[in-house]
């Protein structure tokens, strides 16, 4: 495993490439602008350099990579219509789901899911479940979050409590590796983190993960999507869009590109895969889009 998709990127609300990108094979073309959050990249530029230039070549147009520091950020580009594509969390794919169409789901350790991990610091062997932090100091991700935020609000609506009420102090984070080291270091009491993220950083720092313990697993959700603009993506290039990434598993470099973002590949999904975020928004009063 090399540098991996699970740490924070460097930049500050830019884009990524749009000189070179102009450059493709139609350099007449207008870029195919794709974003993404902090929460899927490596903090290196090279990776999502070379994922562009994959993408460059395979689409014989030009390609753009959009980076923001929140969920809102690119739900508020989506909105606007400043982007085609998008990697989002699943929550946000739920709200939107009127304005955007499933393009792929990621594969990570061969399913294209992952879980909400309730963590605390190694030194907690009592807390079983978000139940016994009344009265904590609680780390979140993002509002948007689906494992960093949607995931222990329902389970505290399930014992009839909210954030407000049971803990003493909770805080965003917005980065799921930044809720590790509050953990980690005691800034928090505990926190709900991205498995994704947690098991990658178990790989890459196994000292910091190794300073907290996962207190409980949540069930499996769909892996956060690949998504396109309903009405600014037409068929054409959403099929070429998609075939390239279902189709990155089945030539070396795809696959070294796929290691670097430490997932195994993706497949077309289907909009199932989200139901369980869907019963949970409902039942906190947040009907899906």
């Known amino acids: 495993m090399r540098a991996l998709a699970a740490l924070p990127l460097v930049w500050r609300g830019g884009s990524v490439g749009l000189a070179r990108a102009q450059h493709g094979s139609h350099p007449s073309s207008a870029p195919l602008r794709v974003g993404l959050t902090p929460a899927f990249l490596h903090d ?12 460059i070549r395979h689409l014989a147009r030009p390609v753009e990579f959009v980076l923001r520091d929140s969920y809102r950020e690119t739900m ?9 594509f998008a990697w989002i969390c699943d929550y946000p794919y739920l709200q939107l789901r009127r304005q955007v169409r499933l393009l792929a789901v990621p594969l ?33 991700a993002d509002p948007l979050s689906n494992t960093g935020y949607l995931v222990p609000r329902y389970q505290l609506h399930l014992i009839g409590e909210t954030p407000e009420r049971f803990f003493a102090k909770h805080f965003f984070t917005f980065g799921h590796r930044k809720i590790v080291e509050a953990v980690a270091s005691g800034l928090a009491d505990a926190g709900a983190v991205d498995s994704f993220v947690w098991e990658t950083l178990a790989e890459l720092s196994p000292t910091l993960t190794g300073r907290t313990r996962v207190a409980w697993r949540s069930a499996p959700f769909g892996f956060p999507p690949l998504v396109a603009h309903r009405e600014r993506v037409g068929e054409e290039p959403f099929g070429a869009m998609q075939r390239v990434l279902l189709s ?8 070294d590109l796929l290691a670097d973002l430490n997932i195994d590949g993706f497949i077309a999904g289907a ?18 889009d």
Do not use: C
């Open 44 to 55: 290196s530029h090279t990776v999502v350099e070379r994922w562009r230039d994959y993408m």
């Open 76 to 84: 508020d580009l989506f909105r606007l219509g400043q982007l085609e």
């Open 271 to 288: 909009p199932e895969l989200y139901d369980g975020v869907a019963k949970m928004m409902r039942a906190l009063g947040e009907p899906p």
């Open 248 to 255: 990155m598993r089945d030539d070396p470099e795809g696959r």
């Open 108 to 140: 990570f350790r061969g399913r294209p899911e992952y879980r909400s991990y309730l963590i605390v610091n190694a030194a907690d062997s009592a807390t079983q479940s978000i139940a016994d932090l009344r009265g904590k100091l609680f780390a979140f």
